[in-house]
């Protein structure tokens, strides 16, 4: 049974065409992330919430955006794509806790991913 | 300097034969250490985590030095469903919840 669910799996959009790609997730993890991978490239991290909170990556441009309504659902919104946003976008979850004044994660596990064209 | 440095192959090998390659990482804090094995146009999925003693999982060995801070993976009588992108990806227990990936070795076994 799928553990981490993307949808869509294809998505082709305008360039400037307001784009959300969505996530969720039955594993009850406490933390989602948001990876953008290009071709022969690794994942870039966009993006991720410890529970509720947001924690943007530095080098993430202001065009993305991210909302998790819920502990099970997370949204990638991309306000105005362009041709450069082109890529796959792998939503993944893991179990992080804390322990002896450390936070510890355990395993990531991705989804499917969704791969995004932008005309 | 990257995080995580990879040998991006291709290494092409033929059915049977043992293939091997390195990942080395720059902060020697870094702590928890990963075999991601990705095929075309998929998800990154888990192969095997590296312990600090080593480990093998079947025809899969994984090494750690964290003296010269780099992970290898071997890979032993190659099958042809062996044929993917191997990511090296490295954790540091901090204040984050983040890891650092490798570009991915691409690894081709032919009949």
């Known amino acids: 049974d799928a553990m981490v669910i993307q949808n869509p799996r294809y998505q082709v959009t305008q360039f400037g065409k307001p784009v959300t790609l969505s996530c969720s997730q039955t594993?009850?993890?406490?933390?989602m992330y948001w990876y953008q991978q290009k071709s022969s490239q690794a994942p870039k991290l966009l993006f991720h919430y410890y529970d509720k909170d947001f924690n943007n990556e530095a080098d993430t441009p202001d065009n993305f955006q991210s909302r998790r309504p819920n502990t099970s659902f997370c949204f990638l919104d991309i306000r105005s794509p362009g041709l450069g946003d082109a890529a796959m976008y792998l939503c993944a979850t893991s179990f992080s806790f804390l322990a002896s004044g450390a936070n510890y994660q355990e395993t990531q596990y991705f989804g499917p991913g969704t791969r995004l064209l932008v005309l | 300097r990257k995080e995580v440095e990879q040998d991006p192959g291709p290494f092409n090998v033929p059915e049977g034969a043992t293939v091997a390659f390195n990942c080395t990482y720059s902060n020697s804090a870094s702590q928890s250490f990963f075999w991601y094995r990705q095929d075309c146009r998929k998800e990154p999925k888990l192969l095997m985590s590296v312990y600090s003693s080593g480990n093998e999982d079947g025809r899969f060995t994984a090494q750690l030095n964290r003296a010269s801070q780099y992970i290898s993976l071997l890979i032993r009588d190659s099958k042809l469903s062996d044929s993917a992108t191997y990511l090296c990806?490295?954790?540091?227990?901090?204040?984050?919840?983040?890891?650092?990936f490798g570009a991915g070795t691409t690894v081709t076994v032919r009949a």
């Open positions: 990806v490295v954790n540091s227990y901090s204040n984050d919840y983040k890891l650092s």
């Open positions: 594993l009850n993890h406490n933390v």
